[in-house]
C-alpha cells in the first residue's frame, strides 16, 4: 500500500460497458483509489505522459489497459509504457477479452505485469476486480 493511501488507477478501456463495470466494482473495494478513464491508446500516452490537457494529472500507480483499442493498439501503449524510463516501473495488468495464447505470451514479452482475461459474468468481474485489491494495493508494494 501506498503512504497516501490512495491508489491512482488508469483504465484504458473503449467498452462503455465494460468501463461502467470496472467503475462500479472499485466504488465496491475498501482500498481509497481514484480512477482515470481514457477510452483510447493514443489518450492513454497522451495521458501518462502529462501532453495537452492531461498536464496536471497524477502519474497512475498501476494501469489497466485493454489490449484492442482505436488508434493506438494497447499492445503498442505497452511498448511505449515498457520502453520509457519514466513509466515502466508502472505495473500494467492487461484486462483484455482476448484468450489469444498468442496474445498472452506477447504480452508478458513485453513486459506485462500481469494478464487477465475479463470475466463474462458480473460476480466473476467483481471478485477479480477484488482480487486486483488484495494482491495490488494490499500485498504488493507499488512505488510512491
Not at 41 to 57: D, I, P, R, S, T
Request: glycine fraction near 2%.
Amino acid at each position: 500500500m501506498k503512504k497516501n493511501n490512495i491508489i491512482n488507477v488508469l483504465l484504458v478501456e473503449d467498452s462503455p460497458s465494460d468501463i461502467d463495470l470496472t467503475l462500479e466494482a472499485f466504488k465496491r473495494i475498501t482500498t481509497p483509489n481514484q480512477i482515470s478513464v481514457v477510452e483510447d491508446g493514443e489518450e492513454a500516452l497522451l495521458f501518462l505522459k502529462k501532453e495537452g490537457q492531461y498536464k496536471n494529472v497524477s502519474t497512475p500507480d498501476i494501469i489497466l489497459l485493454d489490449l484492442n483499442l482505436p488508434k493506438i493498439d494497447g499492445r503498442n501503449v505497452l511498448i511505449e509504457i515498457k520502453s520509457n524510463d519514466t513509466l515502466k516501473h508502472i505495473p500494467v495488468i492487461v484486462l483484455t477479452t482476448s484468450k489469444s495464447e498468442e496474445d498472452i505470451l506477447k504480452s508478458y514479452k513485453l513486459h506485462a505485469n500481469c494478464y487477465i482475461t475479463k470475466p463474462v459474468d458480473i460476480k466473476q468481474f467483481w471478485e477479480m476486480i477484488n482480487c486486483i485489491e488484495l494482491f495490488w494495493f494490499k500485498i504488493a508494494r507499488l512505488p510512491s
